[in-house]
């Protein structure tokens, strides 16, 4: 699982908050068998140490940063340039801040255009409770999936006639399908019992009718995971209930988009849940799942664990397991031993300190 050739991966730092944090993840070290432990935690931490670090930790990431442009890419009809998605598509794998959307200028949606140009088709977050941080909950444990590139966020919006707004929704068996397969393959290779479709097919009969008939037909191929479907709105009432009634949640986009951000809730809030989104040809892209976070950017005051988070299921991803185990275990008994915490966690430290805990952790 190691290697001296340094890995290629994308890194998209984004706005607001997003390069505050993504230099907390360029500076937890990996690591190193041979000489002991290697931190940096310098904010001046360069782009060139990290790489040494990495390079002397045996597991290198050579990261490729791509930033936000300020014009529009007529390529990529967005602030995207083409180049940075051609970044993913070789490198097959990156790590990604948030990005702002500005609200009615026109022109995509950053997320949507790495979503769609990427054929991004499934987003996975993981939702655990983490050990010494309180919150309503202590039995959290489930990962929801979320279909990624349909459904109402196909961007097929119009004005009928004045004070008269139509949006398509587009349900596909290719890409229902596609995510049944994912969320099921996943359940199984990742020790899970069972998997809940969420729907609201008893009104959206169609759209959401195809999207369980495709659950169901892969449903089938696995008979060793129980399989339940489960309308929205009770699976709400549900997972504030008892959110250890569940296990693999996999729905259609916009209930994914509402549903992960409710489990995020669960355990501790934006500031704590990765994400990972995985797209055809084994490109695998994770980000938090968080916002820019407008109101505290600039302030070191963010918290970089969603982050971190996601750069751990990147590690796994590329089978980086005993590093990825190494990084989590830091953050996790960082937070649990509750001397420095960010602000959303009811601590005082800034992002450095929080970050500079955890590398002396590793
Ligand atoms: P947000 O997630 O940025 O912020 C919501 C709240 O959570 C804020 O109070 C913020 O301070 C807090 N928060 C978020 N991340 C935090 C962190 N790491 N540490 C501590 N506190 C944190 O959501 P928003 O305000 O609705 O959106 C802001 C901008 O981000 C918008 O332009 C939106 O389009 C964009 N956005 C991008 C993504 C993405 O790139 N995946 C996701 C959501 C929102």
Request: glycine fraction near 8%; proline fraction near 5%; include cysteine.
């Amino acid at each position: 699982s190691s290697s001296t050739t340094p890995i290629k991966a994308t890194l998209f730092p984004g706005d607001g908050i997003g390069p505050e944090i993504a230099e907390s993840v360029k500076q937890v070290p990996f690591p190193n068998p041979h000489h002991g432990f290697v931190a940096k935690v310098d904010k001046v931490c360069s782009f060139m140490v990290v790489i040494q670090v990495f390079t002397a930790a045996d597991v290198a990431i050579d990261w490729d940063e791509h930033y936000v442009s300020t014009e529009v890419d007529p390529r990529t009809n967005s602030f995207l340039t083409w180049e940075s998605l051609q970044s993913v598509l070789d490198n097959k794998v990156g790590l990604k801040g948030p990005m702002a959307t500005p609200i009615g200028k026109g022109h995509r949606s950053l997320n949507l255009t790495l979503r769609k140009e990427l054929n991004l088709y499934a987003n996975v977050r993981p939702c655990y409770s983490l050990p010494g941080y309180k919150t309503r909950y202590d039995d959290v444990d489930l990962i929801t999936i979320r279909e990624n590139t349909e459904g109402e966020y196909s961007g097929l919006e119009h004005q009928v006639v004045k004070g008269v707004v139509e949006s398509i929704k587009i349900i596909t068996r290719k890409a229902s399908m596609r995510v049944a397969e994912y969320a099921f393959l996943y359940a199984k290779t990742h020790g899970r019992k069972k998997v809940s479709a969420i729907h609201k097919a008893n009104i959206m009969q169609k759209t959401d009718g195809l999207f369980l008939q495709c659950c169901d037909e892969v449903a089938e191929k696995y008979p060793e995971i129980e399989y339940e479907k489960v309308v929205i709105d009770n699976c709400c009432m549900m997972l504030v209930k008892n959110p250890a009634l569940f296990d693999v949640l996999v729905m259609p986009n916009l209930y994914g988009d509402i549903i992960s951000d409710l489990c995020a809730g669960l355990v501790g809030g934006l500031g704590l849940t990765p994400s990972c989104n995985i797209g055809e040809d084994g490109i695998a892209l994770a980000e938090a799942v968080h916002g820019s976070a407008p109101d505290i950017a600039g302030k070191n005051l963010a918290n970089p664990t969603a982050l971190l988070l996601s750069g751990v299921m990147m590690l796994r991803h590329l089978k980086l397991n005993k590093q990825a185990e190494q990084i989590h275990s830091a953050i996790i008994n960082t937070i649990a031993e509750g001397k420095y915490r960010t602000a959303d966690l009811g601590g005082t430290s800034t992002t450095t300190e929080f970050t500079k805990a955890i590398c002396d952790h590793l």
